[in-house]
């Protein structure tokens, strides 16, 4: 366990949230029970501690990096347009 209440399970960052219970485990062992239905359970000598998970796995896509900055180049440079032609902000709107 980390001096932050984290450790890394199974590509996974666990997050212990602060109470009474853990705020003495940092830099202790815990135990974590992972079921074969998918449900990890994260103890300290028998006592359930509550968590969240935050995936390793989860990442963006190039493809969907590059359509946000597409979307969001396009939306400046019709802003830029709008300002700098008072006529047209007009009609645009």
Do not use: W
């Not at 890394?8 to 940092?26: P, V």
């Amino acid at each position: 366990m980390g001096s932050q209440l984290t450790l890394t399970y199974d590509r996974k960052r666990i997050i212990l949230e602060r109470n009474a219970k853990s705020e003495d485990l940092g830099g202790k062992y815990v135990d974590v029970y992972d079921f074969p239905e998918g449900r990890l359970e994260v103890r300290s000598k028998g006592l359930l501690l509550p968590y969240s998970v935050f995936s390793k796995d989860q990442r963006v896509s190039h493809t969907a990096k590059g359509k946000y900055c597409r979307r969001l180049v396009q939306h400046q440079s019709d802003t830029f347009r709008a300002q700098s032609l008072p006529g047209l902000s007009q009609a645009v709107r």
